[in-house]
């Protein structure tokens, strides 16, 4: 019912930068926390970033300081700019957003996740 479109992934040399974006489509009512997460081949999904409706931040300890999480509420939109990126990044990376439907039943949903890799 709710989908989540990512977009923005590609090839970028190590210490590039990438900008991810996901949109947010459905019947929904209202977001509260949105996220981003990867998943690098034959490791479990990681949490990057997370951002509430009020713009309360949260991230992995390997990503501060160079990675920018950010919403457009009235878009239903995340970013992920990422900035000084490392080939250990290279990842699918995926959007998640948990909120309520206009039915006013809550939804936690996830994007099909899109590629990064970082290479000379």
């Known amino acids: 019912q709710v989908q989540l479109v990512e977009s923005g992934g590609g090839l970028v040399q190590p210490g590039g930068s990438l900008r991810l974006s996901c949109a947010a489509s459905g019947p929904i009512l209202s977001i509260n926390a949105m996220g981003w997460y990867r998943q690098a081949p034959g490791k479990e999904r990681e949490l990057v970033a997370t951002?509430?409706?009020?713009?309360?931040?949260n991230y992995a300890d390997s990503v501060k300081g160079r990675f920018t999480i950010s919403r457009d509420n009235t878009k239903n939109a995340l970013y992920l700019q990422m900035n000084s990126l490392k080939p250990e990044e290279t990842a699918v990376y995926y959007c998640?957003?948990?909120?309520?439907?206009?039915?006013?039943?809550?939804?936690?949903?996830w994007g099909q996740g899109t590629q990064v890799t970082v290479s000379s």
């Open positions: 998640n957003a948990e909120g309520r439907l206009r039915m006013l039943t809550s939804f936690n949903s």
């Open positions: 951002i509430t409706t009020g713009g309360s931040t």
